[in-house]
């Protein structure tokens, strides 16, 4: 766009505004470059932001892959499910072996407890019985007697002995809380064995010099079960090695009331794990086909990535390993014979395969089949396959998204250095052009005056013309004096 200028006002002794002339000027020389730069600058920011949410989009679907293929993970997994969870509930490793198993649970592990008869005088008042010493000889399990000395005024009450009972617990690990118990009838110390079983049975082996009487003892039994015909004990209600990788919860004792407890792949595990690989995957898939969506009626730009080579690349190479296929293993070979079927659009569901069948079923019929499509000892499942693949695509310097990142930083970097340039010798223009017009408008700014002066000059000089328009200055005449 051209510059122009008012000649009444800068002839008028107003001068030009110098700084808007010169902003004019730079504006008119800098919009075109910077546009171009600032545009390429801004696409490859955007370019950036969607390769970015895609990579992350690839990572969560590569851990998704991951979990299939993990030897440890979810399709190894191992379940075992109570036919009773009120009596018995139980869990299992990879290491346990599908099978299904009987078990009747006939008594529970229990804490040791002891009591005294009540004391009618109440928790603070001395029981000894003579003097003032006393002493009661607690054994817990087989182990040796813990001794109790009991001094008056120290020890020799309900309160503080419960106090006294649990101080020394806590420091020398006796495994018993005592405690006081009030009724109509009195008071009592109540001890509870910290464990269960005949470790945690309580005894008092002696009671000298106090009024005390301690109740017979109960519990500290072990639990007793069997499995599949075999006997079992056991000191707590938490029972390992009945079954190989398998943990028994003992919930309550039912003799003669078999439970059936089946073990064999923990279907719910799987069937989850496939659903976070398949909405992983959507994910990618449907990211991606946004940047390859066209406007027939061309009134739309087309997306950042329309172009995208690398991103096609990726594309396809999903596309390739969500056909991946594998030979033999009962007919399952790819995803569409699991029953899991790819759309229209690249995105993959779950419904049924050539036989009508459901994922959920072919995983209920061969568990081992669904396991060695996707991993297996030689690592060359579908998953084993995909999880390779996508650690080449999300790798952090080779990985083609991860590189065109880093291309596109490189070529902002320059662009910022261009501009910054640019807009220096801008800068630099600037102030020379301002120096210049500066000048021009200290004249423009002096014309009035000067053309006053001019004016005034013009005016003087008429005042000598004579009347017959000569310009001859006139004199004092001459004479002879003849």
């Known amino acids: 766009m051209g510059i122009s200028l008012n000649p009444s006002t800068i002839l008028s002794g107003q001068g030009i505004d110098v700084a808007s002339l010169v ?40 851990a998704a892959v991951a979990a299939l293929s993990d030897p440890t993970g979810a399709l190894t997994a191992q379940a075992a499910t109570s036919s009773q969870p009120a009596v018995l509930t139980a869990t299992a490793d990879s290491t346990a072996i599908a099978g299904t198993h009987t078990v009747e649970v006939d008594t529970l592990a229990t804490n040791g407890t002891l009591y005294t008869n009540p004391v009618a005088a109440g928790a603070n008042t001395s029981f000894l019985v003579t003097g003032q010493t006393g002493d009661i000889k607690l054994q817990v399990g087989g182990a040796t007697p813990f001794d109790i000395p009991i001094t008056q005024g120290s020890n020799d009450t309900l309160t503080t002995l419960a106090n006294y009972i649990n101080a020394h617990s806590s420091t020398n690990n006796w495994g018993v809380t005592a405690s006081v118990v009030s009724d109509s009838t009195g008071s009592r110390l109540s001890l509870q064995s910290q464990n269960t079983g005949t470790a945690g049975a309580l005894t008092i082996s002696s009671n000298t010099n106090t009024s005390l009487t301690f109740a017979t003892p109960a519990g500290g039994t072990n639990a007793s079960l069997t499995v599949d015909g075999v006997p079992f004990s056991s000191t707590t209600n938490t029972v390992k090695g009945a079954i190989q990788g398998v943990t028994f919860s003992l919930v309550s004792q039912s003799p003669g009331n078999p439970v059936q407890l089946s073990v064999g792949p923990d279907q719910n595990q799987i069937t989850t794990a496939v659903n976070n690989f398949i909405s992983a995957y959507n994910t990618v898939v449907t990211t991606n086909n946004q940047q390859y969506a066209v406007d027939p009626t061309g009134t739309t730009p087309a997306p950042p990535l329309e172009s995208n080579l690398s991103l096609r690349s990726v594309q ?62 030689s690592g060359t499942g579908f998953a084993n396959n995909f999880n390779t693949d996508l650690s080449n695509i999300t790798n952090a310097t080779s990985g083609p998204l991860n590189a065109e990142v880093t291309q596109n930083e490189a070529e902002q970097q320059d662009l910022t250095t261009t501009i910054n340039n640019f807009e220096v010798q801008l800068t630099a223009q600037s102030t020379q052009l301002t120096q210049q017009y500066d000048a021009v408008n200290a004249s423009l700014q002096a014309y009035p005056l000067l053309l006053q002066e001019i004016t005034q000059t013009l005016g003087t000089l008429g ?9 001859v200055p006139s004199g004092p005449t001459l004479t002879s004096g003849l």
Not at 28 to 54: E, F, H, K, M, Y
Not at 322 to 347: P, Q, R
């Open 23 to 62: 902003q004019q000027i730079i504006t008119n020389q800098s919009t075109g470059p910077l546009s171009v730069w600032q545009g390429q600058d801004t696409a490859l920011s955007t370019q950036n932001g969607l390769l970015d949410g895609i990579e992350n989009n690839l990572t969560a679907l590569q």
């Open 316 to 377: 396809s190479s999903l596309q390739a390993d969500a056909g991946f296929s594998i030979t033999g293993n009962s007919g399952y070979v790819n995803l569409e014979s699991l029953g899991i079927n790819t759309n229209n659009d690249g995105t993959l569901t779950l419904g049924t395969n050539a036989e009508g069948l459901t994922f959920a079923q072919v995983l209920a019929a061969n568990p081992t089949a669904v396991q060695n499509f996707f991993q297996n000892a």
């Open 463 to 471: 005042q000598g013309t004579s009347s017959s328009g000569s310009l």
